[in-house]
């Protein structure tokens, strides 16, 4: 790497991968007299957990036996478990997006993982608890529920606070937090947090791929590592109930356990999840424990878009009008009403990252019918493993079950604004989207390429998608070769793939094959111009290559396109300095450290260019924050020294000198 005259700033760091009031009111009797679900006076607390890539059958409170789940168990006990619960989309961000709003991705527009942001008009239970004095805290585990994402409206606090640093990948589902040390903080929160009511989401991210439970759950799950994520995370899980228990806020708190979404674990040929739409990837886990209700089985199918009607109505809050979700309030307490949740689901990642057929599908009363090229229609009782296709001797059924489908999606779609045509029940922001990539609409919710042709059908590409999948593991360890022979032999079925040719740009950028890795993101462009992830990688290639005029082309329009991509706004500070522009090049670092203030190489660099500048006071600031927020960033003590030394402050100079100098001893 390249140093800018005047000052040590490193030039490039591995960028951070961004991309009401109707009551609702149903009389409970007894069961829910007034101040059940209020201590001293005081609205209930809540506490939702939700656990990332959990199947429903491998929990013993769900009839599996593979595995220990002692923590979950003992919840279930106490809860209503609810046998039949669906998540509407087998991906993360859609999913907890779905659960916190109520709503269905076509009314957020949520509906993948790297493009998509909660939009700020929604209305989230955050917001909600928020706004009636609750404070609020979330605690993740992954980055992909990174606050850039948008869930973090209404929260207080939202501890996410991930090292991008350190990603190489393409996935950032690899940047993540072990389950113990998620359990850390949100007790850290509770052991401090003075005022209640409040609300507190934690996120186990444990049991999603790769697999690589900690010991002693490895040895003890020996060749069923999923197994022993799901093991360490019910742990994990009974230190936050054991906890709640002795702050003696458990049994007057409102407690919900949700699953996400699922795992294939190879059924369908589907070894992870988000490709395929079977309840293999869909079923989840729903446990919601209500002071003052006892435990109860509820055998009523339900959605997790019915989780936050649930929760206020428990409150005794009003349901926005914008919630598609239904309350089980009544379920959970033995008064079944005669209403019914609406079992759609659906996936765009085929569409959108491999120019294959999305997939959507509605279920009820133990039928399924998935719309795709080939379409399918199971009956999920009698064949719960949806095996049998009964679609060619049940055509009128079939039909019925479509027509309600498209009748669900019309109504759950926001009015276009004469944005989209009438062929497309899909939300504005999607179908744009889609146009843009050079999709048409050729029938309702149908999509076809530029030409017309029809997209192909998932079920045939499922080898291709294991290649590419197997691929970026391979590159993700570092066997960029194998990952590369994996990605040839799948664009020999896929020749113009967006996800291919930037997983091969990738590769060569690990490899140092900086003209190859070049000419790959250039490629990638191409199909899209607008994916500011393939532009900002091809901006640090370009730095490598000795092309500074297009490497700042490539980072300005990468965030532009990106406006959160702090990484970028430094690279080009970085740029700009390199050429002697130093008020320029700050300019670009104080964006930086504003986009992102836990970025402590932005604010390592502000400090560089204040000293160069003779503002030590404001060198001293900018440092001080740098080591505070990375203790271990030598350079950063080295020049706190200098903004110490100029201000006179001999003895906290020599510290941070001293300090320096140890982090830089091997």
């Known amino acids: 790497m390249n140093t800018p005259q005047r000052t040590g700033i490193l030039l490039f760091a591995h960028g951070r991968l961004r991309a009401w009031v109707l009551p609702v009111l149903i009389a409970l009797g007894a069961a829910m007299a007034p101040g059940r679900l209020r201590a001293q006076g005081n609205p209930a607390n809540v506490i939702v957990v939700t656990l990332d890539t959990l199947r429903a059958d491998h929990l013993g409170c769900y009839g599996g036996h593979s595995v220990e789940t002692p923590n979950l168990d003992a919840l279930a006990g106490s809860a209503a478990r609810f046998t039949h619960a669906y998540s509407p989309v087998p991906i993360t961000l859609p999913a907890h997006t779905a659960l916190f709003t109520g709503s269905f991705p076509m009314a957020t527009g949520v509906h993948d993982f790297g493009g998509n942001k909660v939009p700020a008009s929604a209305i989230t239970l955050a917001r909600i608890l928020h706004d009636q004095g609750y404070s609020t805290a979330a605690f993740l585990g992954a980055a992909v529920l990174d606050s850039r994402f948008g869930l973090n409206q209404g929260f207080d606090t939202y501890f996410d606070h991930f090292d991008f640093s350190r990603l190489d990948e393409t996935s950032l589902d690899m940047v993540k937090r072990s389950g113990d040390q998620v359990i850390d903080n949100a007790l850290g929160w509770l052991r401090t947090n003075p005022r209640q009511p409040l609300f507190l989401w934690v996120h186990l991210y444990d049991a999603h791929y790769p697999y690589a439970p900690p010991q002693p759950y490895a040895s003890r799950y020996a060749g069923r590592p999923y197994d022993g ?325 490539s980072f300005q329009h990468a965030l532009e396109i990106d406006p959160t991509n702090f990484a970028a706004a430094y690279n080009l500070g970085a740029l700009e300095l390199k050429q002697n522009h130093v008020q320029e090049g700050l300019r670009h670092f104080e964006q930086a450290a504003q986009i992102n203030p836990d970025y402590a190489p932005a604010f390592e660099a502000m400090g560089e260019v204040y000293l160069f500048l003779h503002r030590n006071d404001d060198a001293a600031r900018a440092l001080e924050h740098a080591v505070a927020v990375a203790p271990d960033l030598a350079k950063a003590h080295y020049y706190l020294g200098r903004a110490y030394q100029a201000l006179g402050r001999a003895s906290d100079a020599q510290n941070e000198f001293a300090r320096a100098q140890s982090l830089r001893t091997p």
């Not at 990539?437 to 029938?443: E, H, N, S, T």
């Open 229 to 553: 994520e799901i093991a360490f995370l019910d742990v994990q899980l009974g230190r936050l109930v054991a906890f709640l228990k002795d702050l003696g806020v458990y049994g007057t708190s409102i407690m919900v356990v949700a699953g996400d979404h699922g795992e294939g674990l190879g059924e369908h040929g589907e070894k992870t999840h988000g490709f395929f739409i079977y309840n293999s990837t869909l079923h989840v886990p729903l446990l919601i424990k209500l002071p003052g209700a006892n435990a109860n089985t509820v055998n009523k199918e339900a959605s997790l878009v019915d989780v936050m009607p649930t929760v206020l109505q428990a409150l005794r809050l009003p349901i926005p009008p914008s919630v598609q979700g239904r309350s089980l309030l009544s379920d959970i307490v033995g008064k079944p009403s005669g209403t019914t949740s609406n079992l759609y689901a659906e996936t765009y990642l085929p569409l959108l990252h491999f120019q294959w057929s999305q997939l959507r599908a509605l279920q009820a009363d133990g039928l399924k019918y998935i719309e795709a090229p080939r379409p399918e229609l199971y009956d999920t009782r009698a064949d719960p493993g949806e095996t049998k296709n009964l679609l060619a001797g049940k055509q009128a059924l079939a039909h019925e079950m479509r027509d309600r489908l498209m009748s669900v999606e019309r109504r759950y779609t926001p009015a276009s604004g004469g944005g989209t045509k009438e062929s497309e029940p899909t939300d504005p922001v999607l179908a744009d989207r889609l146009r843009s990539l050079g999709y048409v609409a050729i029938a309702g919710g149908t999509f076809a390429d530029a030409s017309g042709k029809v997209l192909p059908d998932p079920k045939d590409r499922v080898r291709v998608y294991d290649l590419f999948s197997e691929a970026m593991a391979d590159g993700q360890h570092g066997r960029y070769a194998d990952s590369l022979e994996k990605l040839g032999q799948a664009e020999q079925f896929e020749p113009a793939s967006l996800a291919i040719r930037y997983l091969q740009a990738l590769d060569y950028y690990r490899l140092k094959d900086y003209p190859r890795a070049t000419d790959r993101f250039k490629a990638a462009l191409e199909l899209d111009p607008k994916f500011s992830l393939a532009l900002y990688y091809l901006g640090l290639t370009q730095v490598q290559t000795g092309d500074a005029s297009g490497a700042g082309a």
